[in-house]
């Protein structure tokens, strides 16, 4: 069982949008910045976002993060075939003195 | 640019150790935590520990506390992974990962390639 909560999967038709959410409290989305990383299978993660909503240098516009209060939210719109991957949000954790992850949710485009 | 190469496929017996490494280039290897990602067959990333390469000072996810040690190598900007004794519930690709910023709490921004461990009798 994840500290932090994501939706198992989600799914859009092509060239729509999609958000995944993860929702965590207050000691560790509530205080703390928010990554999102993408893992194609059988390749490693891919940071995606980072301090809620900062892509890095060569990450698409069309990826977008969000944070209110003790949930984040990873916004991917014009949705193309080479996006279906799994998402995991991640953030630090002040009671566990560590960081956590979400459990992962599996994008489908259709 | 920063690279992050880790070690290969181990295949190990239960009660086995195992060191595990990872090795950073490419930047100030004492100025940035690395970290350590656990992957199961078919499951999500779990958070395994950090570690800061100047001062060996660590940080472990409870799941993982007594279970491995976490060690640098500062004269070869190399990370470490380590079991002294190893179940089949060790079986898992496992990711080194760097921070991007130098804070503990920012972002995994480089990755290496994974290393798998398989423990079976």
């Known amino acids: 069982q994840s500290v932090l909560t994501q939706p198992p999967s989600v799914s859009a038709a092509a060239g729509q949008k999609v958000n995944i959410s993860c929702s965590g409290s207050s000691s560790n989305i509530?205080?703390?910045?928010?990554?999102?990383?993408?893992?194609?299978?059988?390749?490693?993660?891919?940071?995606?976002?980072?301090?809620?909503?900062?892509?890095p240098s060569g990450i698409p516009d069309r990826f977008s993060g969000s944070k209110s209060g003790t949930s984040a939210s990873l916004g991917v719109t014009g949705l193309q075939p080479g996006d279906e991957a799994h998402y995991y949000c991640e953030t630090w954790d002040v009671s566990l003195r560590a960081g956590v992850f979400g459990g992962g949710t599996r994008l489908t485009v259709l | 640019?920063?690279?992050?190469?880790?070690?290969?496929?181990e295949v190990k017996k239960p009660g086995e150790s195992l060191r595990i490494s990872c090795k950073l280039s490419g930047y100030n290897f004492d100025t940035y935590w690395i970290g350590w990602v656990r992957q199961m067959p078919g499951k999500g990333l779990e958070w395994?520990?950090?570690?800061?390469?100047?001062?060996?000072?660590?940080?472990?996810?409870?799941?993982?506390?007594?279970?491995v040690t976490f060690s640098v190598?500062?004269?070869?900007?190399?990370a470490y992974l380590q079991w002294d004794s190893l179940d089949a519930s060790d079986t898992a690709i496992y990711y080194c990962a760097r921070r991007k910023t130098a804070v503990l709490n920012s972002a995994f921004g480089h990755w290496g390639q994974g290393a798998l461990v398989s423990v079976s009798s």
Request: hydrophobic share 25%; no cysteine.
């Open chain 1, 30 to 55: 509530g205080s703390n910045y928010v990554s999102w990383y993408q893992q194609v299978p059988g390749t490693a993660p891919k940071l995606l976002i980072y301090d809620n909503n900062i892509r």
């Open chain 2, 1 to 9: 640019e920063v690279q992050v190469e880790q070690s290969g496929t």
């Open chain 2, 48 to 67: 395994i520990g950090i570690i800061d390469p100047s001062d060996s000072d660590t940080r472990v996810s409870p799941s993982f506390q007594g279970q």
């Open chain 2, 73 to 78: 190598d500062k004269s070869i900007s190399t």
